[in-house]
T-cell receptor, first 116, second 111 residues
Framework: EAGVVQSPRYKIIEKKQPVAFWCNPISGHNTLYWYRQNLGQGPELLIRYENEEAVDDSQLPKDRFSAERLKGVDSTLKIQPAELGDSAVYLC??????????????FGPGTRLTVL | DAKTTQPNSMESNEEEPVHLPCNHSTISGTDYIHWYRQLPSQGPEYVIHGLTSNVNNRMASLAIAEDRKSSTLILHRATLRDAAVYYCILAGGTSYGKLTFGQGTILTVHP
């Protein structure tokens, strides 16, 4: 079974440039997450989708970050314009139908963004 | 969100057991204790979870204190491939979909 696919794996851009990350979740997983992981820290949730609906975007910096999941499958996270502090690893995760006890999320390998 | 406290780092020798502790004194009745680990250059992966009783799976065992204010992840025989950052997270229940990662414990395994 294929895992969560993310592209690109690495991206280097100049500050003030736009950048986009793409994620394809595991087939059949209705819930999709985007996380940001700064160096030496644990991942932080940016946004959570259930199908096409963003059900938790409270941690997404909406002035420069946007995300979409138009058909409830793959998703794109965009930053425009990028700032130096946006350098981090951006992780995508997906999970199957809700289970009250188990919160098992399947993570992709991440996209490492460097802003110069 | 209920928080967890873990040691910053631990070391082990290969083929020896490893006990990774976690304190979660403010755990609520609906919180499940989850453990994830993150291998170098990879995303986190689920290891194990539990509510009150001790749990075993193919990867590890989870020992939960009777008052639920602490837990221990047990790797019975550490291998070099177990070198990773281990995160203890309170999730599930009413906190479903809200994995709050701390800094975790960096486990180093020596050959």
């Amino acid at each position: 079974e294929a895992g969560v696919v993310q592209s690109p794996r690495y991206k280097i851009i100049e500050k003030k440039q736009p950048v986009a990350f793409w994620c394809n979740p595991i087939s059949g997983h209705n819930t999709l997450y985007w996380y940001r992981q700064n160096l030496g820290q644990g991942p932080e949730l940016l946004i959570r989708y259930e199908n096409e609906e963003a059900v938790d975007d409270s941690q997404l910096p909406k002035d420069r970050f946007s995300a979409e999941r138009l058909k409830g499958v793959d998703s794109t996270l965009k930053i425009q314009p990028a700032e130096l502090g946006d350098s981090a690893v951006y992780l995508c995760a997906s999970s199957p139908d809700r289970d009250f006890s188990l919160d098992e999320q399947f993570f992709g390998p991440g996209t490492r963004l460097t802003v110069l | 969100d209920a928080k967890t406290t873990q040691p910053n780092s631990m070391e082990s020798n290969e083929e020896e057991p490893v006990h990774l502790p976690c304190n979660h004194s403010t755990i609520s009745g609906t919180d499940y204790i989850h453990w994830y680990r993150q291998l170098p250059s990879q995303g986190p992966e689920y290891v194990i979870h539990g509510l009150t009783s001790n749990v075993n799976n193919r990867m590890a065992s989870l020992a939960i204190a009777e008052d639920r204010k602490s837990s221990t992840l047990i790797l019975h025989r550490a291998t070099l491939r177990d070198a990773a950052v281990y995160y203890c997270i309170l999730a599930g229940g009413t906190s479903y979909g809200k994995l709050t990662f701390g800094q975790g414990t960096i486990l180093t395994v020596h050959p």
